[in-house]
């Protein structure tokens, strides 16, 4: 499967999720996820991210492990759905690419 990485909170470029195949992107108020259960590993979308925050599943860096358990938790998150068209990024993404620990930022 893919992951969605920490870069992509308040960010949410969305450029990936209009390329999936499958629709298995999951929208909450300011990152996404990838259903790991219904991802087909196309890898369509990895190279779609301005700011790289898309990886394989055995390439998430070690200190992105989290993510991996994150992106399922969340895909199965009640108010967390299916995001399948592309829409404007998040008006504050430029202060916030690139920023460390933004995990504290994320809304559910
Ligand atoms: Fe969708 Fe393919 Fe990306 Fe998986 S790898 S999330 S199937 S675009
Ligand atoms: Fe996030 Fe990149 Fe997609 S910032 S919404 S993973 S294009």
Known sequence: TFVVLEDCI???H???VAVCPV???YEGPNFLVIDPDECID???CEPECPIDAIAA??????????????N???A???????ITE??????DNAEWAGVEGKLKKLDR
């Open 42 to 44: 196309c890898a369509l």
């Open 23 to 25: 629709d298995c992107f």
């Open 76 to 82: 199965a998150h009640p108010n967390w759905t299916v």
């Open 14 to 16: 969305t450029d990936c």
């Open 57 to 70: 599943e055995d390439e998430v860096p070690a200190d992105q492990q989290h993510m991996i358990v994150l």
């Open 72 to 74: 399922a938790k969340l």
């Open 86 to 91: 592309k829409k404007d990024a998040m008006p």
């Open 10 to 12: 308040q960010c949410k």
